[in-house]
């Protein structure tokens, strides 16, 4: 066994402030951690999450300036470790309205990272269709166990054809 992905990073991209399935995080965690030995980057366990409070009250308040300081804390934060990250993994649930993932996913695509999307539905089709003019189709998955089954071929060293899965020390 070939273990290629044991020890790499990995950018757990999605939804959080429109994010109806406040759980979902959790599946695809444990089994990155426990089946791959990934070292997970969540953005939605992130100290800076307990801002939230303050957010809310800067938009009552109208306080303009403090949003504009809190949302660049976010970004510079969540961008630098898409940069430090081997790969990411994106949630796309169709009809959710995600502004940071989609920064998230073009900034690693730009890196030349496995850029990897997941859509809640049977069919990728439900991707929207920006994505499909940049990212590989063979990078777009329809549900986590079609991830998961990707993940396990390339844990197994099965796509050392594939630029983008540049690891360090040569091992694809």
């Not at 070292?39 to 409070?53: G, I, M």
């Not at 499909?132 to 777009?140: D, E, L």
């Not at 197994?156 to 983008?164: A, I, L, V």
């Amino acid at each position: 066994m070939a273990n290629y992905l044991t020890g790499k990073t990995c950018y757990l991209s999605g939804p959080i402030q429109y994010a109806l399935e406040e759980f979902w995080r959790a599946e695809p965690i444990h089994i990155l951690t426990e089946r791959f030995g990934i070292n997970v980057f969540d953005p939605f366990a992130d100290e800076k999450q307990a801002w939230s409070e303050e957010i809310s009250e800067a938009k009552n308040k109208n306080d303009i300036h403090q949003l504009v300081y809190i949302s660049k804390q976010f970004v510079r934060k969540d961008l630098g470790m898409v940069d430090r990250s081997d790969f990411l993994v994106a949630y796309l649930p169709v009809g959710i309205q995600t502004v940071g993932t989609i920064h998230e996913i073009i900034n690693s695509n730009n890196s030349k990272k496995p850029t990897l999307l997941v859509v809640n539905s049977d069919n990728i089709a439900d991707i929207p269709l920006w994505f499909f003019g940049f990212i590989p189709q063979r990078y777009m998955f329809a549900g986590w166990r079609n991830l998961y089954d990707y993940l396990q071929l390339v844990h197994d060293g099965k796509f050392n054809d594939d630029d983008r899965w540049h690891l360090p020390c040569g091992v694809i």
